[in-house]
């Protein structure tokens, strides 16, 4: 099992910057592919960005591209979502996950879940 701790998230004004920290126990963490998603009220969670277990490949959602930075530190088992430029429809729920590095780099299969930290952005 892997626990996922999210924090960082809060209420910003727009053009504003958060950085969500995601930090994990019970498993090696360099076993694993790390990303983000989002869910806002009343849609479905979507994609934001991954990075891969050893930090050498990122991925971003169209919608984030330019604005936003996904890195890791294996020493300190943590990832961290660099938020930049943040928009009113940035607010959503940001959750990390963790997936086995053994599957498809891309694949939106993830095999653990934090609990979620609020992101705010206000107009």
């Known amino acids: 099992q892997v626990q996922l701790v999210e924090s960082g998230g809060g209420l910003v004004q727009a053009g504003g910057s958060l950085r969500l920290s995601c930090t994990a126990s019970g498993r090696t963490f360099s076993n694993y592919n790390m990303g983000w998603f989002r869910q806002a009220p009343g849609q479905e969670r979507e994609f934001v960005a991954a990075?891969?277990?050893?930090?050498?490949?990122?991925s971003y959602a169209d919608s984030v591209k330019g604005r936003f930075t996904i890195s890791r530190d294996n020493a300190k088992n943590t990832a961290y979502l660099q938020m930049n430029s943040l928009k009113p429809e940035d607010t959503a729920v940001y959750y990390c996950?963790?997936?086995?590095?053994?599957?498809?780099?891309?694949?939106?299969?993830?095999?653990?879940w934090g609990q979620g930290t609020q992101v705010t952005v206000s107009s």
């Open positions: 990075v891969k277990w050893s930090g050498a490949s990122t």
């Open positions: 996950a963790a997936q086995l590095r053994s599957k498809n780099w891309g694949s939106l299969e993830y095999d653990y």
